[in-house]
């Protein structure tokens, strides 16, 4: 148990840390007196000071040190720049930066790959060489996607990773905890400094039986999250136990993590098992296998009697397959119910397109278990009757099904095969099989379908399923089929039931992994330049936001009073936008052109206040900034939902804004707020929201108290007269810091001074 063990092939000095994670974990267990869950045992595993340390699950702040970061290529332009604005030399954990995003799908996987190395050639160079110089490894386009790829090279149970990107819980399938972040927080660990994390509450899902037949894991999640809703998680890691955690592969345990991002969790983890230890023998892992095996009791395990917040109780004896949407993950129908509703509900019936693979079901067992599908499919001389898309979630993935057959069987059925990147799932999709505006359904095997988030058409009603049931919708062309009960009609006119999907979990050929599309750093990174253009407009260097003036501030106009959902897609669009993700000038160009003004029903049309004339929200903010006028917004219940992109609050931040005033705050963003010195605050009576009118100007009292616990008040001039609000905050004593600086890094580049 005191070898030193690698956490993986790739880096010579990375080195899995057990011994000291066990050390902590006992002083804790001691500390607290009561058994631990296993998702608190990494996390108090990884405390800066085990002995020191408040812990209140629910109440706390933790301050942890993680063993690594991942960036995808999106997110990490900005956690980059950030990082070289604090002007340190290089990195102080591994860290991983993966091109995924950037890569639009058009004909296919080749010519969309070239197109988009031309295209991004400046981001892509940007980012090979700052890695190169700040001794990150760097995954080119091609790679894969950074979930996929963190699951087969770096993600080994027990371990704590953050990731600037919101399915980073991916890798809880091989038992480690992984939280999205937004970028300031991987700049945070890159620099050495503790991440902070609200302690979590521990949400228990004790899985029995086995699942059979049509149900794969994919449906354990599509159930939770009809369960749940999509913020019963928030605040919550998710830990799964019970003996069905043994009965699926590792991979699959990967999609239901994943997913569970969709329930607003801080992340989901199973424990370590046999199907972890075999993924890592698959994986060329095994002395990680081995090493992790020696410590699966005391730490990579739950203790025994250990209690969870809430426990929700799944018999996958009895779970059938889900298919959840259309416009939000969390609406969750049985396929068995699905005709009924669909005809019901008015949604489009026929299936337009079933697009398999992303990051969350892209495995081997994934792809073999939907080539099944078609294979029996064709054999009754069938072909798909939508359009079909496959997504491999990695090289290794795409090599392996090429050497193995499944993807000439999906190119035959008349599937096109994309790029080893998002694409489709991030809205990179030139889409051209309707016009914008059309209402249609399609059908993938991704996690989220926000109204507009595949292909910018707010009249496509996206559905999230298992892989095997979006095959069968393809097959089938309509999304009224149940496979488990309707018959198709065979080339020979005979009608026929699909045979339910089979296939191997790992290849047994082991993996191909393809081209090599890994860049380690070099050994020399003095030589190494990092060019970023002044007249660039995909790249800006950063400069520092001005600290508060430590004045109350008063009569700020409301630039919008967001209805209903306001997920970060809403807040800051990705699709055509994410090409501006290093570019904060240009990207806040976006800045909640998605939300609707409560006081028209409008998206992107809002009123200045004191011109009276109607504009975009980004020119409405520019307006007020450039007049020196601060302003706020005010929205809903789980305001920032969605993604951990802090560009949903450099921009506000960039444009002016001062507060954010919301009924309730997803995690992710809140944080990325305060990060940004700006102020998430919530309306300690939630019917004040209701009571403000967009044409108010509000003031906000008690900053020079400003501490945690304690309440501000928002005073509204309205025209029936002036009345007041107490507004609640979760800010603790150093983001109060960061608040006064201006930012999280201006407080960071004063300490280095
Ligand atoms: Fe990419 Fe979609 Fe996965 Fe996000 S959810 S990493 S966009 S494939």
Known sequence: RDSQVKQNLLEDKSFINYKQNLEYVDIVRQRLGRPLTYAEKILYGHLEDPHGQEIERGVSYLKLNPDRVACQDATAQMAILQFMSAGLPEVAKPVTVHCDHLIQAQVGGEKDLARACDLNKEVYDFLATATAKYNMGFWKPGSGIIHQIVLENYAFPGALLIGTDSHTPNAGGLGQLAIGVGGADAVDVMSNLAWELKAPKILGVKLTGRMSGWTSPKDIILKLAGITTVKGGTGKIVEYFGDGVDTFSATGMGTICNMGAEIGATTSVFPFNKSMVEYLNATNRHQVAEFAQLYKKDLLSADEGAEYDEVIEIDLNKLEPYVNGPFTPDLATPISKLKEVAVEKNWPLEVKVGLIGSCTNSSYEDMSRSASIIK????????????????????????????????????????????????????????????????????????????????????????????????????????????????????????????????????????????????????????????????????????????????????????????????????????????????????????????????????????????????????????????????????????????????AALEPRYLGGFAIITRSFARIHETNLKKQGLLPLTFHEPAAYDKINPEDTVDIIGLSEFAPGKPLTLRIHSSSGTWETPLDHTFNKEQIEWFKAGSALNKLAAAKK
């Not at 090289?395 to 095969?417: C, S, Y």
């Open 376 to 647: 029996d499919a064709a054999a009754h001389g069938l072909k798909a009757k939508s359009l079909f898309t496959v997504t491999p979630g990695s090289e290794q993935i795409r090599a392996t099904i090429a050497r193995d057959g499944q993807l000439d069987t999906f190119t035959e059925f008349g599937g096109i095969v994309l790029a080893n990147a998002c694409g489709p799932c991030i809205g990179q999709w030139d889409r051209r099989d309707i016009k914008k505006g059309e209402k249609n359904t399609i059908v993938s095997s991704y996690n989220r379908n926000f109204t507009s988030r595949n292909d910018g058409n707010p009249e496509t009603h996206s559905f999230v399923a298992s892989p095997e049931l979006v095959t069968a919708f393809a097959i089938a062309g309509d999304l009224r089929f149940n496979p488990m009960t309707d018959k198709l009609k065979g080339k020979d006119g005979k009608e026929f039931l699909l045979q339910p999907p089979t296939g191997e979990g790992l290849p047994s050929g082991g993996y191909d992994p393809g081209e090599n599309t890994y860049q380690a750093p070099p050994k020399d990174r003095n030589q190494v330049e990092v060019k970023v253009s002044p007249t660039s407009d995909r790249l800006q260097l950063l400069s520092a936001f001005k600290p508060w003036d430590g004045k109350d501030p008063q009569n700020m106009p409301i630039l919008i009073k967001s209805l209903g959902k306001t997920t970060t897609d809403h807040i800051s669009m990705a699709g055509p936008w994410l090409k501006y993700r290093g570019h904060l000038e240009n990207i806040s160009n976006n800045y909640m052109i998605g939300a609707i003004n409560a006081e028209n029903k409008k998206a992107n049309c809002v009123k200045n206040h004191y011109t009276g004339e109607y504009s975009g929200v980004p020119e409405t903010a520019r307006a007020y900034r450039d007049q020196g006028i601060k302003w706020v917004v005010i929205g809903g219940e789980n305001f920032g939902e969605g993604s951990s992109r802090e560009h």
